[in-house]
């Protein structure tokens, strides 16, 4: 799939959903379910061990994807971890799970914030027939980070770090302000090592907030957004 072409498509969608003069196009028209450092739109796998990988979901078909509330079925697959993880095995059981409490993030994303699974008799060894996972909005953890700077003269420094630089990824990320006009829409070139570095004058002094994101898309995958949010008061 080519990323470029992905990425206009969604700044498309953003516009004809919001309007183009209320508010800066942007990479995610719909909502988002967490996956390691990553959101996720409609995924067909996703990992919940993020240190280890020991414990996921497959195959996940989901009815009513953008709802208040979505279900899917689909195959967990966990390691025994026996006699330790590295020597276990893992095993398949079969699910069903639902997504809801749906949160509007600092950058305007709306993300599902918990995921409850369901089992039937066969589960993974140390689990419940009920398995609950929450995650919060703009929750520190793995993935990009964002930090915004301000200084006289409305000036913003504004700088990301850790985003991908994997195959199917953008090469640059969509900076803009969220929750105001269209004053900040750039578009800089990653580094080697996911890091950027831009310099921004605000139009006005006040509380702003500053995002980034990126888009990845590949078969494997589908379509997975990095993304961070930072908020700075800018000084006149």
């Known amino acids: 799939m080519n990323i470029r072409l992905l990425l206009a498509a969604l700044a498309v969608v953003a516009v004809a959903s ?26 067909a796998a996703i990992t919940l061990a993020c240190g280890d990988g020991n414990y996921g979901l497959t195959q996940l078909v989901w009815s ?6 979505v279900t899917t ?15 276990g095995h893992f095993h398949s059981y079969p699910m069903t799970a639902a997504a809801d ?3 509007t993030c600092l950058s305007g994303r709306r993300q599902y914030t918990r995921l409850v699974i369901h089992y039937g008799s066969m589960r993974p060894k140390g689990i419940g027939a009920t398995d609950t996972w929450t995650w919060a909005c703009d929750a520190p953890g793995p993935g990009p980070a964002l ?15 850790f985003f991908s630089s994997a195959a199917g990824c ?10 105001g006009a269209p004053a900040l829409y750039a578009q800089p070139k990653l580094s080697a ?5 831009i310099v921004w004058t605000a139009p006005r002094p006040g509380r702003v907030v ?23 008061t800018v000084t006149p």
């Not at 079925?73 to 020597?87: F, H, K, L, Q, V």
């Not at 090592?193 to 570095?197: D, E, H, I, Q, S």
């Not at 888009?215 to 957004?225: D, E, K, V, W, Y």
């Open 18 to 43: 919001t309007g183009a003069a209320a508010s800066v196009p942007t990479v995610h028209p719909t909502l988002t379910l967490p996956d390691c450092g990553a959101q996720t739109l409609s995924p």
């Open 170 to 179: 953008a090469d640059m990320v969509t900076v803009y302000n969220h929750g």
């Open 210 to 232: 500053v995002a980034a994101n990126q888009a990845c898309a590949t078969t494997a995958t589908g379509l997975r957004i990095y993304e961070a949010a930072s908020a700075v």
């Open 101 to 103: 409490r749906v949160r």
């Open 147 to 161: 930090a915004a700077r301000a200084s006289a003269g409305r000036k913003v420094a504004i700088s990301g770090r």
């Open 193 to 197: 090592k996911g890091a950027f570095a």
């Open 64 to 69: 009513r994807w953008g709802a208040s509330s």
């Open 73 to 87: 079925r689909g195959i967990a697959t966990a390691n025994d971890c026996t006699p330790n993880c590295a020597a």
